[in-house]
């Protein structure tokens, strides 16, 4: 069966975009917890638990926001996956987890860092705020790999478990960050191109 | 599915650092767990250490020098021993290199870490390099991090690009070692048990850590007697750090393995289960094991030998249930006395001998994901 | 009593990052879990930080938990019992 982009989009420091189309643009230089808050508010959410969340985890739950506040999926839940590709892993807050313990004068492990300190826990964020129960995988790589998203979904659409996957990469450093996400489906409605790792690599870095 | 066969394994943990002691030490149902007192907090607690002080001769031995982190050195060796049974060429390109861990090289956070300055390092994927480079495989090797189902994935996903017929041979490596970091987390999530691990057991209050490496060697094409068919995962979509109450994802894994593996459940002989023996994650399973109609099928939980080996977990105790596989052993469960879960399941607490055909191995982790795998022997 | 309930409301709410949450929403005998105020797990280890962290008071027992942290008003309670001022 063929499958197709059915939805894309994308956060960084400068803008929010959803299918190509910008819908929020940082013109007034918001660092990320301001950012990720304003695009919260934007995108009509409301979901307390997000501002429990790490930001890696925050800037995931916005970009799956993104690609599936209007589009109403039918599939069963455990038929929708997710892949996630990051080359920072979860060291951004790796680091402040450090820092609840670096300091034996100081010593508090923070268990509501901890828990975001696996990098796909950002994944158990999406699936729990959108009822995804599919497949999972977390891939730490230098870059993005258009290819290793391509291969990994292919598989998982082939066999045929799978009906729509999610797929993103995401990075959070100190001082940048960056949330690409696209939808597969079998679906040729609203479709942005056939689904092929050329295609992923096009909208990646085009827009 | 096309069989991918394991044609070498190794593991090291707090039992030794061969194949063979594990064997020895696991048929004597004998545990590697010991009271030590580690981190600032310095409480007393039953870890699966491993001997580093031993470990140096063989890392001496694959001159592995101070440019690599402890971390690397045991990934390489755990790489080189399994690569040494299965006699393949690890500088192949038709070799791929798949690592899984949860936290690498997280100790270089620490400034006074000698390798800290190596910024780069802490990357996984860095480390990962650093690893495969040893071997000069020219590929760039993945990285999977999936919290406790690492393993398990990264050795599901080298099976499937030898069955994509990407390459010949895949050296599946799983490791994770017991840092200051990861063991105050687990502190402060109040996870811990006091006593060495109890898993399924009345009494089980929580996990013991561990830290291990081991490596499966994949190969399409030259035939061994144990094989991967099939594996898959499935998210709770419940809680991130806590199991679904009525086995939702592992339900799913293992119903869709199944499937993909082509054969019926009631065809499983014999089952490694994640076991953890935190309340929650062993009353999750029996329930799932329930619901699949698995509750009569032998099932151990090899924590209670080496511990909680995150990263490694899932390719230590799958090198450990192809071994029992090749020797139609049911594994004990080292630390169990009595079912203390709500559903009755069959837990084998000392070793026997059955025919074993067809074997599930079963891991959940963090973020809600649960996977299980089936193995095949001819 | 007032006063330490309505100091442990402000760090409640910033240390379990109860956004647009102010103290006076808060009634210290509403349950702070489940159907009270539906803290989860995580933020029962966070509270139990809370308590080390700021008012010197190690809870080890997590059955001792329960009750300690029923509601806001029962934290207070217990800080009160056993800090010497």
């Known amino acids: 069966m063929d499958h197709y982009i059915t939805a894309f989009g994308r956060i960084n420091s400068t803008q929010a975009s959803r299918n190509g189309k910008r819908f929020w643009s940082n013109q007034e230089g918001l660092k990320l917890a301001d950012s990720l808050k304003a695009i919260y508010k934007i995108l009509g959410m409301n979901y307390l638990k997000f501002f429990k969340m790490d930001e890696m985890s925050k800037l995931g739950v916005l970009g799956a926001e993104i690609l599936l506040k209007d589009l109403n999926l039918t599939y069963q839940a455990h038929e929708i996956g997710i892949l996630m590709l990051t080359s920072e892993s979860s060291l951004f807050t790796d680091q402040k987890y450090f820092e609840t313990i670096s300091d034996s004068q100081n010593y508090f492990p923070s268990p509501s860092l901890f828990v975001y300190t696996l990098p796909n826990i950002v994944m158990g964020e999406i699936a729990i705020k959108n009822n995804l129960k599919g497949e999972n995988i977390c891939f730490v790589q230098d870059q993005f790999k258009s290819h290793l998203l391509f291969d990994y979904a292919n598989y998982l659409l082939t066999r045929g478990s799978q009906k729509a996957l999610l797929l993103a990469f995401i990075d959070v450093t100190k001082n940048d960050y960056e949330c690409f996400m696209i939808l597969i489906e079998n679906n040729i409605k609203n479709n942005f191109g056939s689904f092929t790792s050329s295609r992923i690599e096009e909208l990646y870095c085009n827009e | 599915m096309q069989e991918i066969y394991l044609i070498g394994e190794s593991m090291i943990s707090a039992l030794g650092s061969s194949l063979e002691i594990h064997q020895e030490k696991i048929t004597q149902n004998s545990s590697g767990l010991q009271i030590h007192s580690l981190g600032i907090s310095e409480t007393e607690l039953p870890l699966g250490l491993l001997n580093w002080a031993l470990l140096e001769n063989d890392f001496q031995a694959l001159k592995l020098n101070e440019t690599y982190s402890r971390f690397e050195k045991l990934m390489v060796l755990a790489a080189q021993q399994a690569v040494a049974k299965a006699g393949i060429d690890p500088s192949s390109p038709n070799c791929i290199f798949i690592i899984s861990t949860t936290k690498g090289n997280i100790e270089l956070l620490d400034p006074k870490h000698p390798l800290h300055d190596q910024s780069s390092r802490i990357h996984l994927w860095s480390s990962a390099q650093q690893i495969s480079r040893y071997f000069n495989n020219p590929n760039e090797p993945m990285v999977i991090s999936n919290a406790c189902v690492s393993g398990v994935m990264a050795l599901n996903w080298g099976a499937e690009l030898l069955r994509m017929k990407k390459y010949e041979t895949a050296i599946v490596i799983g490791g994770d070692i017991i840092s200051h970091f990861v063991l105050s987390g687990f502190q402060s999530f109040k996870s811990l048990s006091a006593k060495a691990c109890k898993p399924f057991d009345r009494e089980r209050d929580g996990l013991s850590l561990g830290e291990a490496s081991a490596c499966i060697v994949f190969s399409r094409t030259q035939l061994a007697d144990i094989a991967l068919l099939a594996g898959a995962s499935h998210n709770d979509a419940n809680h991130i750090s806590g199991p679904s109450r009525t086995a939702e994802g592992m339900y799913y894994a293992v119903k869709d393995a199944i499937s993909y593996a082509e054969i019926d459940l009631n065809q499983i002989d014999s089952i490694s289960a994640h076991g953890t023996a935190t309340p929650y994650n062993d009353e999750m399973e029996a329930i799932g094991l329930q619901r699949l109609g698995l509750q009569n099928v032998p099932t151990h939980s090899l924590k209670g030998f080496w511990g909680h080996t995150l990263g490694a977990a899932g390719i230590i105790e799958s090198a450990a249930l192809a071994w029992s596989m090749r020797v139609n052993a049911l594994l004990p469960t080292c630390g169990f006395k009595e079912l203390g879960v709500s559903v009755p399941i069959e837990i084998s607490d000392t070793i026997s001998y059955k025919p074993i055909h067809y074997a599930l191995k079963l891991a959940s982790g963090f973020s809600g994901i649960n996977s299980a795998l089936i193995f095949k022997k001819s | ?85």
Request: with cysteine.
């Open chain 3, 1 to 85: 009593m007032d006063e330490l309930i309505h100091q442990l409301k402000i760090e409640i709410i910033s240390c379990l990052n109860l956004e647009g949450l102010s103290p006076e929403e808060i009634d210290a005998t509403q349950p702070l879990f489940n159907e009270g105020l539906g803290l989860d797990s995580i933020d029962a280890l966070e509270l139990i930080v809370l308590m080390d962290k700021t008012y010197g008071l190690k809870i080890v027992e997590a059955s001792k938990g329960k009750e300690i942290f029923y509601s806001v008003g029962t934290m207070a309670k217990y800080i009160m019992e056993n800090t010497k001022s």
